[in-house]
């Protein structure tokens, strides 16, 4: 009995590439267990079987001739976020329900090239803003580890997929934690990359100055992988970065000897709202296995992390509020019935497909943008940013990479946060300054703890870096998963 | 910082969202909530900080001004709510 879902990105492109398994089999036997499981999930918004099977097809004819990319025939699956050919791309909302993208999305293009087959896009909180998947239209993502739990947000849909290995690999974005929270909720690895490093064209965008796309897989070699498919310069994103795409793979098996781990004490101090115990036990046990493999851990301050929530719910609003004036209900997406004017049309096509999460944010950002309140509050958030981004730039003077937990908690249940958006805020406070640096960071699973139901759920790790050493974070990571298994645990319902 | 139901109305019209009545209480309090947290920005001195606009400070990239899209009028087209004769249909705007 084949038992592909055990396999890792890596295991699973080097069998196709030695013809032990074909594209085509490995397709159906995903798309399978897509249509088998997820009905427990809702994981998925659209299965693409037809373009499936066919990109796979083809990936089998191009391993044939022996030269195939590293990823050709492996099936993935993409957050709903990124614009698809002529497969409906919702980013989870009301609004883009009937949208059927008319061009592919950068990150699509590149994976396709890499020879990447998409099994279909995942569910995902709407426009990205949430923190638990709640906010989708077409309803909340069960975690894989416990049905009652969230899997995290936004990207909540690709790290359940991937969690319950019905993909053996999602892409992902990251605002503020979007990939780093889902992948620690779900037991998965994920990656933000530096600013700039993967094309934001073609990615529905919710904050421009902050948006980052990456992958999420099971492991930092899978990531490796799938970031060399997915980086890299684009002139239709003119935030993106020209600069050339090193092969992640290539330091991968570095030793960590002398490695100087920074560790921000106000991430590791007792607050209210900080990380909760049993979180901090596994941390530390982490930081144990990484100080067996040589590395030296060094305290450090980010004095100005504590704002980070705060300038974040500013300038991701003021930037949200500014991107989602292009949903007007005149040229694509949602338009409301009979409208009686111009203005009716606008208002009611927006007031009826936003949630109230999206609505929300769209105040905020009005408010804080308008006249006579830019500069106590978009202004003011910009110029902290600048101080919480020169925290980073001192503390890599003294280290090589930064640690801390990815959350306070673990996957809290469904329903538990939504009345209070706040609380739901405050459960990104370790994600949310690195995005407002621009830098890279990860999240590796390194063991469990109780959530507040007492149920043992998946705890996450950050490895964050400086600017574009993707390749360091992912050599860290990569380390720590030779030495250990959590990264390998599945959840027992999806065995 | 304290929204009151009045301001929700003001800010949903600049944000073109029609809000229903008997949801404007809940977002009043909700943005009032949002301010609060925000609020804690006022803590810190920035004076003389210079407001951070990209991670590298990166300029805004220019390109040479030529045609380099292809016109796909139709595609883009047919996913549009109402069109006609290759123009995008909304109510009438003047009598």
Same mark, same amino acid.
Request: net charge negative; hydrophobic share 45%; aromatic share 4%.
């Given at each position: 009995m084949s038992n592909y879902h055990t396999k890792t990105v890596t295991e699973l492109s080097a069998m196709l590439q030695a013809g032990e398994v074909s594209s085509v089999e490995l397709t159906r036997y995903f798309l399978d267990r897509i249509k088998n499981s997820d009905d427990k999930l809702n994981s998925f918004i659209t299965v693409c079987e037809e373009q499936a099977m066919v990109q796979a097809k083809? %990936?089998?004819?191009?391993?044939?001739?022996?030269?195939?990319?590293?990823?050709?025939? =492996?099936? $993935?699956?993409?957050k709903d976020i990124f614009c698809t050919d002529g497969v409906k791309t919702s980013c989870g909302s009301k609004m883009l329900d009937s949208f059927i993208s008319p061009y592919d999305a950068t990150v699509v293009t590149n994976m396709r090239n890499a020879g990447v087959v998409m099994l279909g896009k995942t569910n995902m909180d709407e426009f990205a803003m949430g923190s638990s998947n709640e906010t989708s239209f077409y309803g909340a993502v069960k975690n894989p580890w416990n049905l009652k739990a969230v899997p995290g947000g936004s990207s909540g849909g690709s790290a359940a997929a991937v969690g319950a290995r019905l993909a053996p690999a999602s892409t992902g974005t990251d605002t503020g934690g979007s990939i780093r929270?889902?992948? /620690? !909720?779900?037991? $998965?690895?994920?990656?933000?990359?530096t600013y700039g490093r993967v094309s934001r064209f073609g990615m529905i965008a919710f904050a421009s100055s902050l948006d980052q796309a990456g992958p999420m897989g099971q492991s930092a070699s899978d990531c490796a992988l799938l970031l060399n498919a997915m980086a890299g310069f684009d002139d239709k994103d003119s935030t993106s970065i020209e600069k050339s795409v090193p092969d992640y793979s290539a330091d991968l098996n570095k030793p960590l000897d002398g490695l100087r781990i920074g560790l921000p004490k106000e991430y590791f101090e007792h607050t209210e709202g900080g990380m909760n115990a049993e979180v901090e036990a596994t941390i530390k046990a982490a930081l144990d296995q990484y100080k067996a493999m040589g590395a030296e851990l060094i305290e450090i301050e980010l004095p100005n992390s504590g704002l980070s929530v705060p300038v974040y719910y500013v300038v991701a609003p003021a930037e949200c509020s500014t991107n989602l004036s292009r949903f007007d209900g005149v040229r694509y997406g949602y338009r409301c019935e009979d409208p009686k004017d111009l203005n009716d049309l606008y208002t009611r096509s927006r007031g009826e497909a936003f949630g109230a999460e999206v609505q929300r944010r769209i105040m905020v950002g009005t408010y804080a943008l308008s006249s006579g309140y830019y500069d106590a509050y978009y202004l003011k958030a910009q110029k902290l940013r600048h101080l919480i981004s020169d925290d980073f730039t001192k503390a890599y003077e003294k280290v090589d990479v930064i640690?801390?937990?990815?959350?306070?908690?673990? /996957? !809290?249940n469904i329903g538990e946060k939504t009345d209070d958006p706040i609380s739901m805020y405050l459960s990104d406070i370790y994600t $949310? /300054? =690195?995005?407002?640096?621009?830098?890279?960071?990860? %999240? $590796?699973? =390194?063991? !469990?703890a109780n959530n507040s139901s007492g149920v043992s759920m998946p705890v996450g790790m950050q490895i964050i870096g400086n600017h574009f050493e993707e390749a360091k974070l992912l050599n860290v990571a990569h380390q720590y998963q030779q030495k250990t298994d959590w990264h390998k645990q599945m959840p027992e319902e999806f065995q | 910082m304290s929204i009151e139901v009045d301001e929700v109305k003001k800010i949903a019209k600049l944000a073109a969202l029609n809000v229903d009545d008997a949801d404007l209480q809940s977002y009043a309090t909700n943005l009032s909530n949002i301010l609060d947290l925000v609020a804690q920005m006022d803590a810190v001195d920035t004076t003389g900080v210079t407001p951070m606009s990209h991670p590298f400070d990166a300029v805004q990239r220019l390109r040479e001004d030529k045609v380099t899209e292809v016109d796909r009028r139709e595609a883009f087209q047919k996913i549009a709510p109402n069109t006609e004769d290759g123009l995008y249909l909304v109510p009438k705007v003047i009598e």
């Open positions: 083809e %990936s089998d004819e191009k391993l044939k001739t022996g030269n195939a990319p590293a990823l050709t025939g =492996v099936p $993935i699956a993409h929270q889902p992948a /620690a !909720f779900c037991g $998965i690895t994920g990656l933000k990359p640690m801390a937990p990815a959350t306070p908690e673990t /996957a !809290f $949310i /300054a =690195v995005n407002l640096a621009g830098i890279p960071a990860m %999240s $590796i699973p =390194v063991g !469990f | -």
